[in-house]
């Protein structure tokens, strides 16, 4: 059954002080509850999510199922450690350079209730239970979440086991709700008990709901997710050494999931000499590839349009021109591509990449600097190519992930990871959607000065009674230092 939106909010708003003031170990059990809940139920589950996204059961929907719960459970044990809160302590010092120093103690805190919008491509990691649920859960703040309209069965049994989990672990009632809807999810942006937002979808969509964020008489932080096309550059040395595995790692990073994957490469820059031999091995390794269905109707509707106006381009040749929503490989110059950006750097979010020829060291550098934002770039060279210091330098300016000889499609769940890049790519390029420093898009900082023991929280007395790691004095310890005595 639907509950409405003012319900869901209400309860939040309640829940709000009293989850902020669980301890770490009460959520990270019910994190795990959570986790053991969705894996009893994969039975379930994963037909569902094929019913309602024509993704593939095995292994694609199962794994994700697995990275999901592993990710609850990974968050888990990092709350329960404590380094995440960031506890630093200055003693007093009357001595300190400027005027002294008073007794001070920051942290960081639960900014709040927070909206989640879930996303449509990936039904279980970015959707109900995914991370950003998990994160905001992890800290102390209850989640308001946003389902996709790709998946509202799903959605709803999964908020049903989620909830279900959490009270059963013995978290305050209203840390967690569903709703449902276009409108619902305007509405939840701009209520003035929602601190913070996170959403994992197109630029169209995420613009907008940051754009409300911003318009706020209170604006939030809103971490907006909004696609990318992913560049990957093959040096004149890698494309003469290995050009058939480079196409073949290609097609199979750019087609995986059909395409649908926010970090599939949609462009890849090759030396104009070796472009037509690498376009026949990129050839060659589509022939044994099969149209999929992809997400749904709209999703697929917009792939048709993107394609055909990329197709239609005067600029764009099409080497191998699939069938409906079969794998498609597109072409062009690298000075049609720069003098024709706007047109041609785009997403098109489905199975169809194009390789970019370029003639010069120098004008393959003039395509990297020709992008502001991505989540991710690659480069498939060697150490002692004369470009890759240059390229690396250039990408690590304008994405989140910068790869080597590797492909971006799979974000590993880790303490590393850093998924999010300059705009547009997303909104807050500080933060990360993926891994362990996620929990950071939740919190803000706070800092006590001259505050009685008493009066402090618990992680930032003397003794540290916690044991969480602290930068005392600027010495990184669990050791804390005690106030001086008169």
Known sequence: MKVSLETVLTAADAARAPFAATTAKLRAAALRRVADVLDAAAGELVPLAHLETHLPEKPRLHAELERTTFQLRLLAETVVEGGYLSVTIDSPDTCWPAGGRADLRRMLVPAGPVAVFAASNFPFAFGVAGGDTAAALAVGCPVVLKASPGHPLLSGRVGELVSGALSSAGLPDGVFGVVHGVEEGRALVVDPRIRAGAFTGSRQGGRALFDLACSRPDPIPFHAEMGSVNPVFVTASAAAERAEGIAEGYVASYTLGAGQFCTKPGLVFVPAAAAADFESHVAAALAGHVAAPLLNDG????????LDTLRSHPAVRVPVAGEGVAPTLLGCTAA??????????????????????????????????????ELSAAVHGAPDDAEAGQLVALLTERVGRVLWNDWPTGVSVTYAMQHGGPYPATTMPGHT??????????????????????????????????????????????????????
């Open 299 to 306: 999703i697929t509707a917009r792939y048709t349009a993107e």
């Open 336 to 373: 049609d591509f720069l003098a024709a950006r706007e047109e041609l750097l785009v997403e098109c979010f489905g199975p169809t990449s194009m390789v970019v020829r370029y003639s010069s060291a120098d004008e393959l550098l003039a395509c990297a600097r020709a992008f502001t934002g």
């Open 433 to 486: 959607s993926v891994g362990t420093t996620a929990l950071r898009r939740f919190l803000r900082p706070v800092v006590y000065q001259n505050m009685p023991q008493a009066l402090l929280p618990e992680v930032l007395r003397d003794g540290n009674p916690l044991e969480v790691p602290r930068r005392v004095d600027g010495v990184l310890s669990r050791q804390t230092a005690q106030r001086p005595t008169a």
